[in-house]
T-cell receptor, first 116, second 112 residues
Framework: ETGVTQSPTHLIKTRGQQVTLRCSSQ?????VSWYQQALGQGPQFIFQ???????GRGNFPPRFSGLQFPNYSSELNVNALELDDSALYLCASSSQLGRGLGNTIYFGEGSWLTVV | DQQVKQNSPSLSVQEGRISILNCDYTNSMFDYFLWYKKYPAEGPTFLIS?????DKNEDGRFTVFLNKSAKHLSLHIVPSQPGDSAVYFCAAVGGSQGNLIFGKGTKLSVKP
């Protein structure tokens, strides 16, 4: 068990709706990253938060947004949902910013989002 | 355009034999690589990593080899066990924020 918890584990939304996914990072970890894993693909980097500020973003449109709170937990918000947003959304927390070692990056079990 | 490629979607191996999972990358600036293992309904779990200053890193049954000139790395599992059956992802550390760039994964099945 990694100590990274995500909620909800599964949800179904209708195209055009908005969704909020939540992540509690491992104790002591101040950096949170979000990844999208579509079926048959590897996880793709959405963005990273460090000390409540966005600190890097992958190739995702602005309707993907996030927040990090003072306790380092995080939210991923997706507006105007599209069918292609159906995927597993993974939260990863780490204890150091930048080019840290892989074994300090812990993933949660993910939130399965289905858009119909 | 994929920067990290795992060209074999699946691999089947007999218990006790060697499993070899391959990964290629295109960006010669990548200097740190990781392998993750993922069971269904779980998040990826870190297995082993390698820095570009090395060509081999070993941890128990798992060994990762890096060939920088060929931009190729491989994960060897010896001996393979049925519990190793999972999807294995190769990832490179990219960007100043240290985000991971993943391949599409290889599903390993180890048959008893």
């Amino acid at each position: 068990e990694t100590g990274v918890t995500q909620s909800p584990t599964h949800l179904i939304k209708t195209r055009g709706q908005q969704v909020t996914l939540r992540c509690s990072s491992q104790s002591g970890h101040n950096t949170v990253s979000w990844y999208q894993q579509a079926l048959g693909q590897g996880p793709q980097f959405i963005f990273q938060y460090y000390r409540e500020e966005e600190n890097g973003r992958g190739n995702f449109p602005p309707r993907f947004s996030g927040l990090q709170f003072p306790n380092y937990s995080s939210e991923l918000n997706v507006n105007a949902l599209e069918l292609d947003d159906s995927a597993l959304y993974l939260c990863a927390s780490s204890s150091q910013l930048g080019r840290g070692l892989g074994n300090t990056i812990y993933f949660g079990e993910g939130s399965w989002l289905t858009v119909v | 355009d994929q920067q990290v490629k795992q060209n074999s979607p699946s691999l089947s191996v007999q218990e006790g034999r060697i499993s070899i999972l391959n990964c290629d990358y295109t960006n010669s600036m990548f200097d740190y690589f990781l392998w993750y293992k993922k069971y269904p309904a779980e998040g990826p779990t870190f297995l082993i990593s390698i820095s570009s200053i090395k060509d081999k890193n070993e941890d128990g049954r798992f060994t990762v080899f890096l060939n920088k000139s060929a931009k190729h790395l491989s994960l060897h599992i010896v001996p393979s066990q049925p519990g190793d059956s999972a999807v294995y992802f190769c990832a490179a550390v990219g960007g100043s924020q240290g985000n991971l760039i993943f391949g599409k994964g290889t599903k390993l099945s180890v048959k008893p």
